[in-house]
């Protein structure tokens, strides 16, 4: 169990890195589709450890459609980045730990491992990579 969690982790690394702009856009897109829910419900909420996500579950009865629905492909692209990293996982585990075990996690630099590797990278995890990230 505790070799799934690293290697989730280091899978995590990968994508989180490589798409923290699309992970500051989608947080953006939520402030700015629920500026006004914010405002009336939870103004008074410092922002930080989950606060202001538990605020507005406190609040989900009175919602506006639009911070609703925002939630809702927040949560959609959220669930397809857990996918993608437990498919890359799955597929890259031996490569990871043959070829990255030595490299930090974080800014994409797993991916630059499998990328820079890819050569001696397994065809089955040269294709996940290809898969998610799009290349």
Known sequence: MKKKITLLTLAAGIFFGSNLMAQDSLVEHLIMACETDI???C??????N???LHCMAAHED???GQCQYAFYQAATVLEQLA???AYVASQCETDIE???RDVAM???RILMCLTENEAEVSDACNQAVSDTVGE
Do not use: D, F
């Not at 103004?43 to 930080?48: A, D, L």
């Open 83 to 85: 996918t993608a990293v």
């Open 39 to 41: 405002e009336s419900y």
């Open 43 to 48: 103004s008074q909420v410092t922002p930080g």
């Open 50 to 52: 989950g606060r202001m």
């Open 62 to 64: 009175k919602i506006s």
């Open 98 to 100: 043959t070829h990255c």
């Open 106 to 108: 974080g800014e994409g």
